[in-house]
């Protein structure tokens, strides 16, 4: 099996798109695959979460939800300012841009997760998370990393890091889009 994730970004102003860019994630990083672990197998595993605390998982079912309400930044799909090329024990973004309409600060809204589609006639499926930041800071705002952070055992958890290749200045006024689609094949 193969898995993969792409990152979409969209950048809307006035009403037209004046950014749009699909890359491939390459950034799944070590909570991912303990969390995975854990759920599989069933057995008690330590992850770190977005504060750096560990926690044991315990024993018993978990499920990873990424589907958070707005005006909240701590779990969904984030975005940041830093530059770190992402690790494998990454456990949170390098620099958050956190929720707010201040000076560097962008509205967060709800998280989607839509329902997946299995295409046999490829044999792949796919899903995607989407969420969209409107930005009412009075100045423009450069997003340079985006990742994806799950609630988990009622931790935080990031499980994907991504750095951009390019940055991209967010205008006031407009509304930014980051969708992860998580694909796999057979």
């Excluded at 201040?102 to 490829?122: E, L």
């Excluded at 390019?166 to 969708?179: H, W, Y």
Aim: proline share 4%; hydrophobic share 35%; with cysteine.
């Amino acid at each position: 099996m193969n898995v993969k994730a792409y990152l979409k970004i969209k950048v809307i102003k006035d009403g037209k798109c004046i950014y749009y860019r699909r890359y491939r994630s390459k950034s799944f990083v070590g909570n991912y695959i303990l969390s995975l672990n854990h759920d599989l197998a069933d057995v008690n595993l330590t992850l770190v979460n977005t504060s750096g605390a560990t926690f044991g998982t315990g024993l018993g079912n978990s499920s990873l939800n990424v589907r958070d309400a707005g005006n909240d930044d701590s779990f969904g799909i984030q975005i940041g300012a830093g530059t770190t090329a992402p690790a494998i024990t990454d456990y949170r973004l390098t620099q958050l841009i956190p929720n707010g309409i201040g000076p560097g600060q962008m509205q967060y809204q709800g998280v989607n997760v839509f329902s997946p589609v299995i295409n046999t006639s490829n044999n792949t499926g796919y899903f995607t998370v989407a969420r969209a930041f409107t930005n009412n800071s009075g100045g423009s705002i450069t997003v340079s990393e985006v990742g994806l952070v799950a609630s988990y055992f009622g931790q935080h958890v990031l499980i994907i890091h991504d750095l951009l290749p390019t940055p991209i200045t967010v205008p006031n006024g407009s509304t930014l889009s980051i969708a992860y689609e998580i694909q796999v094949a057979t």
